[in-house]
């Protein structure tokens, strides 16, 4: 791999990198980290007054989202029956894309042994599907999260942005 | 010696089809006038989003290209991804 060309634009800011190649899919053109807040909301937006400060990492057009903690969530104000959501993503999700988190307190359905985080596309947020048995999956409900008790914790995805 | 704190809005996107509204804040600190560290957060706000809480600028821009017809378009999309 052979690094091409660099173009200064400024004391301390290198652009349009191009690596292997001269083309627009060898250069890498955008690199941020930042932080983003976490909210659970239902399907119609309202949202839990529980929120939490998480981290981002975009290189190119793959963004990495952690958070450590989503503590003690409040489902007040929120429709049971809607999905949950956690909403807030930096940057629009380009195809829905599976990640990793520990749920507690969050309530299983028949058959079901893990809870997935799932970012959706087309959209800027989170939602939590449940599979292990051979049947569809199901999406985690509000309602399926215990008031004030249920938790999200390292919570860590990856996906594509447009 | 003064250190300061700002607070901008550096960057608005406007992204695909749904006309995602993606704004970066920058936390700006300096030195006498000159800046010595640039932190940033983000948040993008959707179609269907409460824009009551953002600045004048983005919800200008919002209300330019969150038409009905994007909502609708917007909330089918989340529909069919259930």
Redesign the interface.
């Known amino acids: 791999m052979a690094l091409t060309q660099i173009i200064n634009s400024g004391i301390g800011q290198v652009t349009d990198i191009k690596i292997g190649g001269s083309g627009s899919a060898n250069t890498l053109d955008d690199y ?6 976490c909210t659970p909301i239902d ?1 119609s ?1 309202n949202s839990s007054a529980t929120t939490a ?1 998480g981290s ?1 990492t975009k290189v190119g057009n793959v963004v990495t989202v952690t958070l450590s903690s989503l503590p003690n969530i409040s489902t007040s104000g929120l429709t049971g029956a809607d ?1 949950m959501r956690l909403d ?5 999700v ?1 195809g ?1 894309v599976n990640g990793s988190a520990s749920c507690n307190r969050v309530t299983f359905a028949s058959g079901r042994t893990m809870n997935l985080p799932r970012a ?5 947020h989170i939602q939590f599907i449940q599979d292990g048995n051979d049947s569809n999956i199901i ?1 985690v409900t509000v309602a399926d999260f215990l008031d004030g008790v249920a938790d999200v914790s390292g919570l860590n995805i990856t996906y594509l ?2 | 010696m003064a250190l300061t704190e700002e607070t901008v809005q550096d960057k608005i996107e406007i ?4 006309k ?1 509204v ?1 704004v ?1 804040t920058a936390t700006v600190i300096k030195r006498d006038g000159v800046e010595i560290s640039r ?6 706000v ?1 179609p ?3 824009i009551t809480g953002e600045s004048a600028e983005v919800q200008a821009i919002c209300a330019a290209v969150h038409t009905q017809e994007v909502k609708d378009a ?1 909330a089918a ?2 529909a069919s ?2």
């Open positions: 941020e980290e930042g932080t983003w807040t399907e937006g400060t981002y999905n807030g993503l930096p940057f629009t380009s829905s959706q596309s087309g959209s800027t999406v942005t447009t | 992204i695909g089809d749904f995602h993606q970066r932190s940033f957060s983000r948040h993008v959707a269907d989003a409460d917007y999309h989340l991804q259930e």
